[in-house]
């Protein structure tokens, strides 16, 4: 517009020409006079002053800012707040005195109050207390179960749920009931399918880890997740943060599956869940193709249930007032200068000793080495679950 007025086209003719108001064409003008076109800020502006007509002169800030270091160094009364400031000012006779409220706000402005603020710091990458899965180089299944639901007029549902980390991979399986066996035929059904992850996340509920009732129990599920090559991870008793994706999926499918039809029979309620994790899984296709990669599913693979133990098996604890942790019915000195801290403890099957591993979520990247500890892996009737 700008370029066609200098043309020697009439105001007039460009604002109807381009569509705008004669005063919008003006306006233009007038900010380019006398500059080449390409030097001009056409950026808008905001309206009205660039200063608050009502807002506490710069002069009068600083005045406040020099009451306060005197009475801070030197008033008998040991007082320097807003409202000494304000008191001080009127005892000086300072010509329009701000409030004991605007005094305080320009002193947070400027940033001279005593008083800390929450630092509100970054939140860790998701998967940070696993190296390879913060950095991508790992996928993580996070597995859990949804109970207490019932069908009218028909049985309780218990149902195994299961995601993937980074590419929000889920199955859902509704059952009567969740046993060891279905949890095992149910992820070795999901990963015969979509190949197997580096890590696999439980809590510690019997069904995952096996019986707590004796010590040294590995459950077959953490056996067949061993004898695939995948780790298993199971998370602090009563933490929060740790099982956030699965607990989302969880909440997820009683939403749009449970709770927004009415299911007459399990089958009906199987082919829903069914029609809802295909449905996510397409929608989700972004995110799988930038996951990390699974590994293929061997084909001569075969549970034995019997064999030796082979691998890591990973507890991440929170440690007691002497910087204890319990694992597998053992307690564990780790570092009596760590309590109440969280430690991620690498059970080592094949080297027979545990790691402990210091966690800080506000220091994600530095995972020290506290301690070691020698173990050894009894083969008795009580380490196999019955």
């Given amino acids: ?72 160094e030197q008033s008998d009364l040991g007082e320097f707040g807003a409202a000494a400031i304000h008191d001080e000012l009127v005892a000086r006779a300072v010509p329009e005195v701000p409030g004991v409220r605007t005094i305080g706000r320009i002193l947070d402005r400027r940033g001279v109050l005593d008083g800390r603020q929450r630092v509100r710091r970054k939140s860790p990458p998701v998967g940070w207390y696993l190296p390879p899965v913060a950095q991508r180089a790992a996928e993580l299944d996070q597995v859990d179960t949804v109970e207490g639901l019932l069908i009218r007029d028909g049985p309780h549902v218990v149902v195994l749920n299961l995601i993937s980390l980074h590419g929000a991979l889920c199955a859902a399986w509704p059952n009567t009931a969740i046993k060891t066996s279905t949890v095992r035929e149910a992820l070795v059904e999901h990963w015969r399918e979509v190949g197997l992850p580096g890590y696999v996340q439980f809590d510690n509920a019997t069904i995952f880890h096996g019986p707590h009732g004796y010590p040294d129990t590995i459950g077959s599920v953490t056996r067949m997740c061993l004898s695939l090559g995948i780790v298993p991870v199971f998370v602090p008793p009563r933490e929060r943060g740790f099982q956030a994706a699965i607990e989302s999926f969880n909440g997820l499918w009683q939403a749009k599956v449970w709770a927004r039809f009415e299911h007459e029979s399990l089958p009906a309620l199987q082919a829903q869940s069914d029609k809802y994790v295909a449905a996510h899984r397409r929608r989700t296709t972004a995110r799988r193709e930038a996951a990390p990669e699974r590994r293929p599913f061997p084909d001569d693979w075969k549970l034995d249930l019997r064999a030796r133990p082979k691998g890591t098996i990973i507890y991440l604890r929170r440690t007691t007032d002497e910087g204890d942790v319990s694992v597998l019915g053992h307690t564990f000195p780790v570092d009596p200068m760590w309590p109440h801290r969280l430690v991620r403890c690498e059970l080592r099957l094949d080297e027979h000793d545990i790691h ?26 009580h380490a196999l679950e019955q």
Avoid: C
Avoid at 49 to 72: C, D, F, G, M, Y
């Fill in 356 to 381: 402990f591993h210091a966690l800080r979520r506000r220091a994600p990247d530095q995972q020290p080495l506290l301690s070691k500890a020698a173990y050894i892996l009894p083969q008795h009737r």
């Fill in 1 to 72: 517009m700008v370029a066609a007025v200098r043309k020697g086209e009439s105001q007039r003719a460009v604002a109807r020409r381009y569509g705008f108001s004669l005063s919008t064409v003006q306006r233009w003008v007038t900010r380019a006079e006398g500059r080449r076109l390409d030097r001009v800020d056409w950026s808008d502006r905001p309206r009205g002053p660039r200063q608050s007509p009502t807002r506490t002169a710069r002069e009068v800030e600083n005045l406040i800012l020099e009451v306060r270091r005197a009475l801070k």
